[in-house]
């Protein structure tokens, strides 16, 4: 029986809330029906995202209101940061399945949010009713909850790349550099986002204090160094991880051993470019051990705005909802 569940998009005018759009069109359960954007309300879908226009014809783009989750069947929230402190125990108290891409629900206590973003936590109530959303490591634990909150871009990459190979490194001693496309900084216009600014060019940025860090060091444990950095390219994460080895090991064979059989997951000697990923939820990983240093390398290619944030979403859902985990979700990047 085909089952056709009512969507709500909020922050449908940014690019994350455009490649939820592009990928609930071609899923067969998922239909949008509520787009919200505050900044953009009352314009027209195909104004606002023209490359949709075909596939949702005659929507647009509306405010926020709580009154109009009645009869949705599922919530997705791609808002700034901050924001859904404020909307969340709305949508929790109607028990609407609610996936949140904000960093607002991923920390595990309040301390910790306010250590990393130095602000109070707004909804403290709240933070334990939200399941960390990484699909391959928590699957059972999404598939059992209503309240998602889906894991940040240089996060995911980082947290696949090294979790399988924890029992190998000293924690303590795990760095991540890690590149995004420009999309990563969202649709607003800021200046070292200009295409000035960003062609031909590339520089680090977060120094030593990038929030993303708090979940890297929840999921992992330890201490981490993360170093951001903003490269010309509009989709995409590298990351290039490294930690000091507790002995000689194969971290390529344990990346194959956990991921064995994960349909979005590629384990290749192959160094992973991130073009290879380009609008798939595919994930491509490699690793080494180096007996010169006593470290282990291990590398992550991913589209920052798919895996790293829309399909991402579309995945955590497909699990909270009980219908096939790869629903609508594409393997297959973009070539050239």
């Not at 924890?166 to 607003?188: F, H, N, P, Q, R």
């Not at 939820?281 to 895996?307: C, E, F, P, Q, S």
């Amino acid at each position: 029986m085909h089952m056709t569940i009512s969507v709500a998009i909020l922050g449908a005018s940014g690019f994350v809330g455009a490649e939820l759009l592009r990928l609930c069109a071609g899923h067969p359960n998922l239909s949008p029906v509520l787009l919200c954007g505050d900044s953009q309300a009352g314009a027209a879908l195909d104004d606002v995202h023209p490359h949709l226009a075909l596939a949702y014809p005659g929507m647009s783009v509306e405010r926020y209101r709580p009154e109009a989750l009645d009869g949705i069947g599922l919530v997705f929230a791609a808002l700034p940061h901050g924001t859904s402190q404020d909307i969340a125990p709305q949508i929790v108290a109607r028990d609407i399945p609610f996936v949140d891409l904000g960093a607002d629900f991923r920390l595990d206590d309040a301390a910790r949010y306010q250590s990393w973003y130095h602000e109070p936590h707004r909804a403290p109530d709240l933070l334990g009713r939200f399941v960390y959303g990484i699909p391959e490591l928590h699957r059972e634990a999404i598939a059992a909850s209503k309240n998602v909150a889906a894991a940040g871009c240089y996060p995911t990459s980082a947290i696949l790349a090294l979790k399988p190979l924890l029992g190998m490194i000293d924690t303590d001693t795990i760095i991540v550099d890690a590149a995004s496309g420009v999309s990563g900084a969202g649709k607003g216009l800021k200046d070292a986002t200009h295409f000035n600014s960003v062609a031909e060019n590339m520089n680090a940025y977060g120094l030593l204090n990038h929030r993303h860090t708090a979940e890297m060091e929840m999921a992992l444990g330890g201490r981490i160094l993360f170093t951001p950095h903003l490269a010309p390219m509009n989709r995409g994460i590298l990351a290039t991880c490294t930690a000091i080895a507790k002995g000689p090991c194969d971290p390529l064979a344990a990346l194959r051993e956990a991921y064995a059989g994960e349909p979005f997951i590629h384990v290749s000697e192959r160094a992973p470019s991130t073009k290879w990923a380009l609008g798939s939820n595919a994930v491509h990983l490699t690793a080494r051990y180096d007996a010169r240093t006593g470290r282990v390398l291990a590398i992550a290619a991913l589209d920052n705005l798919v895996k790293g944030a829309a399909v991402q979403m579309i995945q955590c859902a497909n699990l909270m909802l009980g219908l096939d985990e790869a629903a609508g979700l594409p393997k297959v990047g973009v070539w050239p």
